[in-house]
């Protein structure tokens, strides 16, 4: 089943991050790896995390409901070729300062395109996560572009990241509700209060 999500708001910087106690998801990759496709099908909203890509909001962080149990994080997709290196620099520290500070953190959703595995970037991200003892989960994305004979080295290639890669696809629905009951998993988790972020 879809999890209902609806826009909250969008941070260009950790200050402007909404204050919250309820448990939150971020999902994390390089841009293009297909990071609104798989939102927007999670949630079965067409068009959600178009909302991320409006001019302005690809470089902030994007916060979603989703039925009201959860914020899902749309965190700016990095290693743009085009970007220039001020750009590149201020999103990879928003980045790691969310990840360091944000108290209602509970898991990161790493997204990785199937056909290149993990490289330097999504591993710091990982360890980043890991040191927090927070829970890390790796998506190897448009799975569906990989045959079935190159499926297995695929799957293989993101051992370096230490987490086994749960394969998705947003145009044949693959892993799909996989991936939402394990944030709905999350969900349960005991939420902390506003009160004691710092
Ligand atoms: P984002 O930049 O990470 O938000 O990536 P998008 O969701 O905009 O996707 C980037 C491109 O990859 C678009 O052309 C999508 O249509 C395509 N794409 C996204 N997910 C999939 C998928 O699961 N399978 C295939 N074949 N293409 C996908």
Known sequence: MAITARFISSAPALSDCPRSDRVEVALAGRSNVGKS???NAIT?????????KTPGRTRSINFFDA???LTLVDLPGFGYAKMGRT???RIT????DYLAKRENLAALVILI????????????????VRGRGLEVIVVATKWDKLRNSQRGAAFRSFEP??????????????????????????????????????
């Open 67 to 69: 039925a009201g149990r």
């Open 93 to 96: 520290k928003l980045l790691f």
């Open 113 to 128: 395109d199937g056909r290149r595995g993990p490289e330097e970037e999504e591993i710091a991200l990982a360890e980043a």
């Open 37 to 39: 496709s798989l939102l």
């Open 161 to 198: 990241i230490g987490v086994e890669p749960m394969p998705c696809s947003a145009v044949d629905g693959e892993g799909i509700e996989a991936l939402r009951r394990r944030l709905v998993e999350l969900a349960r988790q005991q939420p902390i209060h506003a009160d004691d972020q710092g």
């Open 87 to 89: 750009d590149a620099a």
């Open 44 to 52: 079965g909203v067409k068009g959600l995390a178009r909302t991320s």
